[in-house]
């Protein structure tokens, strides 16, 4: 292994000191290490508001992991503006030798990476990059065949025989900790020298950072046993809540795996098999790019959806009379988060029931999703509007009443995001249009008045989305 005199390491996905792959790769190969974090302008430029719970998350933890590496002797230094243009000018300052990351799989990522790694190789610097944010990547689970996998039962059961305990390892960082450099004294811009505002983050109940995800992280595994009958509940605190510190690699993925690997509960195995698709779905946009503007099935890119703003517009703002779906459009509007099973429901409302663009839905949960990760939404948006990685036909259509009456049987979730049905019967508040006028003056509400009445009937819905998708596959 080459060794090097001086090394920079850039955070990126990975706002953590514990078994981190490039820092301990750095430690043990550079006599001097530097750490540095860009707060990079050609993706914060992009995003549609000034008032965003991921940037603000993002600083708070930037925050505590300068503290963190300062307390072991080192430092951070915190840039903002372009990545490819900040992080050769630090290496050059630092006179580094190396420049140490951890490997991003996002088309856009790739593209500025190559950008820093040939300015950097015309300094002479070296660019090394390391797997973190998964488990298995890239070309490490492939078919008998050596091909990717392109279903996810076959590859969860590849990546499962090939799990071992080498795997799930942590990186010993503390081990080389004597090495890091601290830099000049370098503060960390607040949030309005960004560009942005604080948000309702931490009056949310959000713990960003380091202590955020282990606090969370040990309030899930008391409950972990469970996870397998909880999860599906909105209702119910069910899920980890660890899918942002995921996203910014806060906590580590081996450590998540490895306590599910070593736990034979049927909880935590359902979770590790959520672990799973997320290796897959990045192993997916890894082996297939197109999928960003593009059904991964190309036979469905020629769906011409009718896309009416009027049904979109109900979508995104509540008020497509389905409660579950209203309740679940809400949630995401006023917190930036929304249950897993919800996610799928109300996705496959807005392209099987009212026939809107997959694109669409997957942009508005971008832009909302306090967890939002590229890979992530949209594989699930695919899955959903069946143009993706997915064994079952498109003839697979949720029902917005169904799914309500089994995922929320006592209405607990809808009265909490539409309290003007809190007065519904438990069985009337999940389709309160079949209610007669002395069952809503009962309730206290009136319907298109209170709550709005469906915007679609599901039942023609799906004899039409149906119909669509037989006449629209190239």
Same mark, same amino acid.
């Given at each position: 292994?080459?060794?090097?005199?001086?090394?920079?390491?850039?955070?990126?996905?990975?706002?953590?000191?514990?078994?981190?792959?490039?820092?301990?790769?750095?430690?043990?190969?550079?006599?001097?290490?530097?750490?540095?974090?860009?707060?990079?302008?050609?993706?914060?430029?992009?995003?549609?508001?000034?008032?965003?719970?991921?940037?603000?998350?993002?600083?708070?933890?930037?925050?505590?992991?300068?503290?963190?590496?300062?307390?072991? =002797? =080192?430092?951070?230094?915190?840039?903002? =503006?372009?990545?490819?243009?900040?992080?050769?000018?630090? #290496?050059?300052?630092?006179?580094?030798?190396?420049?140490?990351?951890?490997?991003?799989?996002?088309?856009?990522?790739?593209?500025?990476?190559?950008?820093?790694?040939? #300015?950097?190789?015309?300094?002479?610097?070296?660019?090394?990059?390391?797997?973190?944010?998964?488990?298995?990547?890239?070309?490490?689970?492939?078919?008998?065949?050596?091909?990717?996998?392109?279903?996810?039962?076959?590859?969860?059961?590849?990546?499962?025989?090939?799990?071992?305990?080498?795997?799930?390892?942590?990186?010993?960082?503390?081990?080389?900790?004597?090495?890091?450099?601290?830099?000049?004294?370098?503060?960390?811009?607040?949030?309005?020298?960004?560009?942005?505002?604080?948000?309702?983050?931490?009056?949310?109940?959000?713990?960003?950072?380091?202590?955020?995800?282990?606090? /969370?992280?040990?309030?899930?595994?008391?409950?972990?046993?469970?996870?397998?009958?909880?999860?599906?509940?909105?209702?119910?605190?069910?899920?980890?809540?660890?899918?942002?510190?995921?996203?910014?690699?806060?906590?580590?993925?081996?450590?998540?795996?490895?306590?599910?690997?070593?736990?034979?509960?049927?909880?935590?195995?359902?979770?590790?098999?959520?672990?799973?698709?997320?290796?897959?779905?990045?192993?997916?946009?890894?082996?297939?790019?197109?999928?960003?503007?593009?059904?991964?099935?190309?036979?469905?890119?020629?769906?011409?959806?009718?896309?009416?703003?009027?049904?979109? #517009?109900?979508?995104?703002?509540?008020?497509?009379?389905?409660?579950?779906?209203?309740?679940?459009?809400?949630?995401?509007?006023?917190?930036?988060?929304?249950?897993?099973?919800?996610?799928?429901?109300?996705?496959?409302?807005?392209?099987?029931?009212?026939?809107?663009?997959?694109?669409?839905?997957?942009?508005?949960?971008?832009?909302?999703?306090?967890?939002?990760?590229?890979?992530?939404?949209?594989?699930?948006?695919?899955?959903?509007?069946?143009?993706?990685?997915?064994?079952?036909?498109?003839?697979?259509?949720?029902?917005?009443?169904?799914?309500?009456?089994?995922?929320?049987?006592?209405?607990?979730?809808?009265?909490?995001?539409?309290?003007?049905?809190?007065?519904?019967?438990?069985?009337?508040?999940? #389709?309160?249009?079949?209610?007669?006028?002395?069952?809503?003056?009962?309730?206290?509400?009136?319907?298109?008045?209170?709550?709005?009445?469906?915007?679609?009937?599901?039942?023609?819905? /799906?004899?039409?989305?149906?119909?669509?998708?037989?006449?629209?596959?190239?």
């Amino acid at each position: 292994m080459t060794q090097y005199a001086t090394a920079l390491v850039w955070f990126r996905r990975d706002l953590r000191t514990q078994d981190h792959a490039a820092l301990y790769t750095a430690l043990k190969t550079a006599r001097r290490v530097y750490c540095g974090f860009i707060f990079d302008t050609e993706i914060l430029d992009k995003l549609p508001a000034r008032r965003d719970r991921r940037v603000e998350f993002i600083w708070h933890s930037i925050a505590e992991l300068k503290q963190a590496l300062e307390a072991m =002797g =080192g430092g951070l230094v915190v840039s903002h =503006g372009r990545a490819r243009d900040e992080i050769p000018r630090l #290496a050059a300052q630092f006179k580094a030798d190396a420049v140490f990351a951890n490997h991003d799989y996002e088309p856009a990522a790739i593209a500025r990476d190559r950008a820093v790694e040939r #300015a950097l190789g015309e300094r002479d610097i070296a660019f090394l990059t390391r797997k973190d944010q998964v488990i298995f990547e890239k070309d490490e689970i492939l078919t008998q065949g050596g091909r990717p996998f392109t279903v996810f039962t076959p590859y969860k059961n590849a990546w499962l025989k090939k799990l071992e305990p080498f795997f799930l390892k942590p990186y010993p960082v503390d081990q080389y900790r004597a090495r890091l450099a601290v830099p000049l004294a370098s503060p960390l811009p607040a949030l309005a020298d960004l560009g942005f505002e604080k948000t309702d983050l931490l009056q949310l109940g959000m713990q960003p950072g380091i202590s955020g995800a282990r606090h /969370r992280f040990e309030a899930f595994q008391a409950g972990m046993a469970d996870y397998h009958e909880r999860r599906d509940y909105p209702a119910l605190q069910g899920t980890s809540g660890l899918s942002p510190h995921l996203r910014f690699g806060t906590i580590s993925v081996r450590e998540l795996a490895r306590a599910a690997y070593l736990d034979a509960s049927a909880g935590a195995q359902a979770w590790l098999n959520e672990l799973v698709w997320r290796d897959f779905y990045f192993m997916i946009l890894h082996h297939h790019p197109h999928v960003v503007e593009h059904a991964f099935r190309r036979e469905y890119d020629g769906l011409e959806f009718p896309n009416d703003e009027r049904l979109f #517009a109900a979508w995104r703002e509540a008020r497509t009379g389905y409660p579950l779906i209203d309740a679940a459009m809400r949630q995401i509007n006023r917190t930036g988060a929304m249950h897993n099973r919800l996610r799928m429901v109300t996705a496959c409302f807005l392209v099987k029931d009212l026939l809107i663009d997959w694109r669409w839905g997957e942009r508005y949960f971008a832009d909302h999703l306090n967890d939002f990760d590229l890979a992530a939404n949209n594989g699930g948006w695919q899955w959903a509007a069946s143009t993706g990685c997915d064994a079952q036909p498109y003839f697979r259509i949720f029902n917005p009443v169904t799914q309500s009456q089994k995922f929320d049987p006592q209405g607990r979730f809808i009265r909490e995001f539409v309290p003007e049905l809190a007065g519904c019967d438990d069985k009337s508040i999940h #389709a309160p249009w079949l209610m007669t006028p002395e069952q809503q003056k009962k309730s206290g509400v009136t319907l298109g008045r209170d709550y709005p009445l469906p915007v679609v009937d599901h039942a023609a819905a /799906r004899l039409r989305a149906l119909e669509f998708y037989r006449s629209g596959k190239q």
